[in-house]
T-cell receptor
Framework: EAGVTQFPSHSVIEKGQTVTLRCDPI?????LYWYRRVMGKEIKFLLH????????ESGMPNNRFLAERTGGTYSTLKVQPAELEDSGVYFC????????????FGEGSWLTVV | AQSVTQLGSHVSVSEGALVLLRCNYSSSVPPYLFWYVQYPNQGLQLLLKYTSAATLVKGINGFEAEFKKSETSFHLTKPSAHMSDAAEYFC?????????FGAGTRLTVKP
């Protein structure tokens, strides 16, 4: 069974540009999460989807970040316009009733804004 | 609200020595607790998890952790460190809706 997959694995963009990160959760997982780790600091929660609905988006840093999960399957996280402080690793994770409530993480999307 | 505190951002041990990484949690409901490891330039890998079954949990690579409710702790241990254990370790707590991480502990293993 495929795990949580994220694309792109690495991205380098200029300040002011737009980047869209994609996450495909484990099949059948209703819960999808975005986390990020900036500049070697702690891993911070961004938001949580249950199917296509945003359950909790309290961690979204500002309105330059937009997350969507159309159809309750894959999710995208768009950063527009990107700033230098957005550099870091963006982790996606998923969980479901068939995973014993364990949250499984993807490999992360490594974003560098220059 | 739930949170975890990892004591010590950096831990250094000699190869073959005991590894002890400390984690204390706060949760308003019986928690699920996890340890994840991140090797350089890799993603998060689940080491082990506590979900209210046995209080002593064994994970991969010889790691184990003990849930102590009275101390609100979930420390990670390994009897004998290997060079390959050098990585960053994260303790996390979940209330079944989402997960909160500690700041991480970077483990260095000296030859």
């Amino acid at each position: 069974e495929a795990g949580v997959t994220q694309f792109p694995s690495h991205s380098v963009i200029e300040k002011g540009q737009t980047v869209t990160l994609r996450c495909d959760p484990i099949s059948g997982h209703d819960n999808l999460y975005w986390y990020r780790r900036v500049m070697g600091k702690e891993i911070k929660f961004l938001l949580h989807f249950v199917k296509e609905s945003k359950q909790d988006e309290s961690g979204m840093p500002n309105n330059r970040f937009l997350a969507e999960r159309t159809g309750g399957t894959y999710s995208t996280l768009k950063v527009q316009p990107a700033e230098l402080e957005d550099s870091g690793v963006y982790f996606c994770a998923s969980s479901g009733s068939n995973s014993g409530n364990t949250i499984y993480f993807g490999e992360g999307s490594w974003l560098t804004v220059v | 609200a739930q949170s975890v505190t990892q004591l010590g951002s950096h831990v250094s041990v000699s190869e073959g020595a005991l590894v002890l990484l400390r984690c204390n949690y706060s949760s308003s409901v019986p928690p699920y607790l996890f340890w994840y490891v991140q090797y350089p330039n890799q993603g998060l890998q689940l080491l082990l998890k506590y979900t209210s079954a046995a209080t002593l949990v064994k994970g991969i690579n010889g790691f184990e952790a003990e849930f102590k409710k009275s101390e609100t702790s979930f420390h990670l241990t390994k009897p004998s460190a290997h060079m390959s254990d050098a990585a960053e370790y994260f303790c996390a707590v979940s209330d079944r809706n989402d997960m909160r991480f500690g700041a991480g502990t970077r483990l260095t293993v000296k030859p």
